[in-house]
């Protein structure tokens, strides 16, 4: 559900008015109109103008892939999954070249049903995040989320919890890979 935005025929017609506060407002409204939301097979190439988004993860429909854009400092997406998946959500680097590509680090807190509560960690050459509740070592429940932001050039830095609501879920060690 889209947020309205203000306007002189949906804004107060009399004292005081509020011509400040209604542009922010307004401002407002479109940062939170622009949240993504994933309820089918998705393939989509981000750019810088989706920095800032949080896409919902929702549905069990299909896999979905998400390729960042070319690194620049300060670019940040956000996946939040409101519904269990056993589907795929890949998220990846644009340059996947072999140790000079674009590469993740950081890592993500997986816990599963098990109990078992790990930390799967980016590091080396990683240009690719996998979450799926139905491949061994990895996960996608409800209440998952995951942030990337880049930090500097060719660097995304990778924060998060995963729900893993299997047992196979384990230590998450498949979460992160090296697509090339």
């Known amino acids: 559900m889209a947020l309205d935005r203000l306007t002189k025929d949906n804004f107060v017609s ?31 190439i981000l750019t810088a103008a989706d920095s800032g988004k949080t896409f919902f993860v929702n549905s069990d429909s299909g896999a979905a892939t998400y390729t960042l854009p070319a690194p ?13 998946t056993t589907t795929a959500l890949v998220i990846k680097t644009a340059d996947i070249t072999d140790t000079t590509g674009d590469m993740l680090r950081g890592g993500l807190l997986v816990c599963s049903a098990a109990a078992i509560n790990t930390f799967a960690e980016a590091s080396g050459d990683v240009n690719t995040l ?19 932001i880049c930090t500097e050039d060719p660097t995304w830095f990778v924060t998060g919890v995963i729900n893993g609501n299997t047992d196979v879920d384990g230590t998450g060690s498949a979460i992160f890979t090296d697509a090339d």
Not at 28 to 33: A, G, Y
Not at 131 to 147: A, Q, R, T, Y
């Open 14 to 44: 009399h004292p005081p008015f509020f011509t400040v506060y209604d542009y922010w407002y307004n401002v407002l409204v479109d940062k939170l109109n622009v949240q993504g939301s994933v309820t089918e097979i998705v393939t989509t």
């Open 130 to 148: 996998t979450l799926d509740d139905d491949v061994n070592n990895s996960g996608c429940g409800i209440g998952s989320w995951v942030e990337i």
């Open 72 to 84: 620049e400092v300060g670019l940040k997406f956000k996946w939040i999954v409101t519904a269990n």
